[in-house]
Nanobody, 124 residues
């Protein structure tokens, strides 16, 4: 059973940066496409970014393009989300998820395994 644990969240000022990590256990990460999602209070969970099994393909939500970068280190069974130029509207709980398909889509139903989330708060 794949287990995912996010870390790296916190409080940051607007314009600042954070790097989220998602460590996997109980499975081999390179068998999965990986995604990052977020959910703000009172809002639906939305896709942020995804990365294919090899890392050769990535996708981003329009709201984060040019500011966020997803990457993975399959040897370390870890996926990252580098977040730069953070805005107050980026405030949310961020989740990583694993998709056993070969796709890279930012759509929650395709993902089988989810972490518990890490809080990101962007505020002055």
């Amino acid at each position: 059973q794949m287990q995912l644990v996010e870390s790296g969240g916190g409080l940051v000022q607007p314009g600042g940066s954070l790097r989220l990590s998602c460590a996997a256990s109980g499975g081999t990460l390179d068998h999965y496409s990986m995604g990052w999602f977020r959910q703000a209070p009172g809002k639906e969970r939305e896709g942020v970014s995804c990365i294919s099994r090899s890392g050769s393909l990535t996708n981003y939500a329009d709201s984060v393009k040019g500011r966020f970068t997803i990457s993975r280190d399959n040897a370390k069974n870890t996926v990252y989300l580098q977040m730069n130029s953070l805005k107050p509207e980026d405030t949310a709980v961020y989740y990583c998820a694993a998709d056993p398909s070969r796709l890279c889509v930012i759509w929650p139903p395709t993902y089988d395994y989810w972490g518990q989330g890490t809080q990101v708060t962007v505020s002055s």
